[in-house]
């Protein structure tokens, strides 16, 4: 039983590229959550999916990153025109409803 | 809102002492879950522990304990006889129950070394 996969686990990208990470949930979760660990800090909520909504995006910046959840596929998280500050571990991890979620091996960004 | 506060940014003990971390928590929330997690030098984010509110009796698995206090708000944990591979940045967390459950509120992180 294939737990929490992201990929890639690191990604290189020049400023200004695009960033592109995903996840796949574990088998029959249904609910996705995206967090961020900036160097030498905890990880912070970014969004909320179930499949084919966003159900909590209080934490995500308001521009240049966006997430989905289709219905078919992973989610993905994407963060337009990087910049250095976006450099930062993103975590994702799923759950099938309620008391639980299950951690990903995250994907490391690193913008030069 | 929710809170989770781990006092101790850096801990040093040398191998085999015990050594305890802190986790005090703040939530409105009746029902909530609290978490450990272990991040070693590798980056990956391991599980050690979920306890849901309700249930407070502490808990010991090989040399790792928890304390589960409601009265204070705390969940605490405890490596006993230490060794270097526990060097490692620990995260005592905080969710909600029912289908949010997976929006967790997290300290910023304890980082134990031990030296041999």
């Known amino acids: 039983n294939a737990g929490v996969m992201q990929n890639p686990r690191h990604l290189v990208r020049r400023r200004g590229q695009e960033a592109r990470l995903r996840c796949s949930p574990m088998?029959?979760?249904?609910?996705v959550y995206w967090y961020r660990q900036l160097p030498e800090e905890g990880l912070k909520f970014m969004v909320y999916?179930?499949?084919?909504?966003?159900?909590?995006e209080s934490g995500m910046p308001k521009e240049r990153f966006s997430a989905e959840f289709p219905k078919e596929g992973p989610s993905i998280l994407r963060i337009q025109q990087v910049v250095r500050g976006d450099s930062a571990a993103y975590f994702c991890?799923?759950?099938?409803?309620?008391?639980?979620?299950?951690f990903g091996s995250g994907t490391r960004l690193t913008v030069v | 809102a929710q809170k989770v506060t781990q006092a101790q940014t850096e801990i040093s003990v040398v191998e085999k002492e015990d050594v305890t971390l802190d986790c005090v928590y703040e939530?409105?929330?009746?029902?909530?879950?609290l978490f450990w997690y272990k991040q070693p030098p590798s980056g990956e984010l391991v599980f050690l522990i979920r306890?849901?509110?309700?249930?407070?009796q502490n808990e010991i698995s090989g040399r790792y304990s928890w304390n589960f206090q409601k009265s204070t708000s705390s969940f605490n944990f405890t490596i006993t006889a230490s060794q270097v591979v526990d060097s490692a940045v620990y995260f005592c967390a905080l969710s909600e129950d029912g289908t949010n459950a997976g929006k967790s509120t997290f300290g910023d992180g304890t980082t134990l070394t031990v030296k041999p």
């Open positions: 939530t409105r929330d009746t029902t909530y879950y």
């Open positions: 991890a799923s759950s099938p409803g309620a008391g639980y979620n299950t």
């Open positions: 088998k029959g979760h249904s609910h």
């Open positions: 306890r849901n509110s309700f249930d407070e």
């Open positions: 999916l179930q499949k084919e909504n966003i159900i909590d």
